[in-house]
């Protein structure tokens, strides 16, 4: 407390009271909170909107013609480009500056890189979408949209590499920051791959779209390289905790992500029947190192939430292997468009956004002004209904795609359905909680 009174009272270049000293920690812990409730929006509308409502509308069509290719690829591209940067990317960045300025007693650049890191991260994924969708000027805004998320994050990136740890005489960085670190590398990639396929296709291109076999790779490198090293980072951190689980075998859980890395790498340059081996290999590894599966040396921690949330994390992860499992599948036979997208549902569905579903109700009221969680019954509802349409969406897209049974199309809109009315639900029981007091205004 005292070394917090030092810088403070440094910025301000006079000495304070203690009770000044308070107003002014709890004014910036409150900038933060509504910083990171803005982000956290930001990214439930990138969500509803242009990420889950225009996937169930492609589904609808496509399931009404009974043809997967029978959608604009530029549509699809655009929904999976929301979903993944504008949903799950924005979470992430808020939550990022929320942490980092907090350990830097509230640097006043660092609130200002934050805004304007959401200016320019937001416009460059709606512009990403609006031209997918509409193809208006997309020579120009496709290239425009990529440079504004590439210079969003090296504003992220530069206040996230500023911050020092308290304990500087630690040597050795947790596990876990190392696999952050290596997901932060992922998505600079991701987003400095995308700023070169945008500046390509404008040049010499004739739509907006990605060439399918190179949007295949890149999908490996946004969800394997970039999100599922992240969700495994923060695994390892919280995980534990509110789990009650054994310590994580950390030099373990770097093999699975270096595993891992080989995979993304092998899928990039086109090898894909051994980048598929090597992904199962590295999420198989990744749950023996965070030991989900062994007993528990304590109770869960489930005070504020449903207590069905161990349970759904621990299927997050099993549909992380269903995914790399189907991957395998989709590389050894010839056709397999139906078994490649099921793969992909099961990954971003199943195990992502499960992921947040669950974890996500833990920590953001605390976050934001150290609220309450609106409703544990809804979020439950969510977590329900977001795996009963992810387990339809899986088995009847490779059921009716391949063509082992023409009375699974039928079901491809239930689950898109049901699928968007998980995560309104989600988003409605967050934003609920977001409008409540807080419930301490304690630093």
Request: hydrophobic share 55%; aromatic share 12%.
């Amino acid at each position: 407390m005292a070394a917090r009174a030092t810088r403070i009272e440094t910025q301000v270049g006079r000495s304070l009271t203690p009770g000044e000293i308070f107003e002014i920690t709890r004014a910036r812990e409150t900038s933060l909170s509504r910083l990171l409730m803005l982000y956290i929006a930001t990214g439930l509308v990138f969500m509803l909107l242009p990420g889950t409502f225009l996937g169930v509308w492609n589904l609808l069509a496509i399931s009404s013609r009974h043809a997967a290719n029978s959608i604009s690829a530029g549509w699809i591209q655009a929904h999976g480009h929301a979903q993944i940067f504008g949903w799950i990317g924005t979470f992430i960045l808020g939550i990022g500056f929320y942490s980092i300025p907090k350990l830097r007693r509230m640097n006043p650049f660092a609130l200002r890189a934050a805004w304007l890191c959401w200016v320019l991260w937001t416009s460059g994924v709606s512009l990403r979408w609006l031209t997918g969708v509409y193809q208006w000027q997309w020579r120009v805004v496709l290239p425009l949209s990529a440079a504004l998320e590439l210079l969003a994050f090296v504003i992220f990136f530069h206040s996230v590499s500023g911050h020092r740890p308290e304990d500087s005489g630690k040597q050795k960085l947790d596990e876990w920051v190392g696999l952050v670190i290596v997901a932060a590398v992922g998505l600079l990639l991701t987003l400095l791959v995308n700023l070169g396929a945008a500046l390509f296709l404008a040049h010499r291109g004739i739509s907006p779209d990605l060439p399918t076999q190179f949007d295949q790779r890149f999908l490996v490198l946004e969800t394997w390289g970039f999100l599922v090293p992240f969700v495994w980072g923060f695994s390892a951190k919280w995980l534990p905790i509110f789990l009650g689980l054994r310590p994580v075998r950390g030099r373990v859980l770097l093999l699975a992500v270096a595993v891992n890395s080989v995979g993304v790498f092998a899928a990039m340059v086109g090898w894909m029947k051994p980048a598929v081996l090597l992904l199962l290999g590295g999420i198989l590894v990744a749950v023996w190192a965070l030991r989900f599966f062994e007993r528990t040396q304590q109770p869960a921690k489930v005070k504020g939430v449903h207590a069905s949330f161990p349970v759904f994390v621990r299927l997050a992860y099993v549909w992380a292997i269903i995914a790399a499992a189907l991957g395998i599948w989709a590389n050894s036979v010839e056709g397999s468009h139906g078994i490649r997208g099921a793969s992909r549902h099961a990954l971003t569905v199943g195990f992502l956004a499960t992921m947040v579903f669950s974890v996500g109700p833990r920590i953001l009221p605390a976050f934001s002004g150290m609220r309450l969680l609106f409703s544990t019954k809804l979020m439950f509802l969510s977590l329900l209904l977001l795996g009963t349409g992810c387990l339809l969406r899986v088995s009847s897209e490779i059921l009716a795609y391949q063509g082992f049974a023409g009375w699974a199309w039928s079901w491809l809109p239930v689950s898109a359905v049901i699928e968007m009315t998980a995560v309104t639900i989600f988003a409605i029981n967050l934003l609920v909680t977001f409008m409540g007091r807080p419930t301490s205004q304690s630093v």
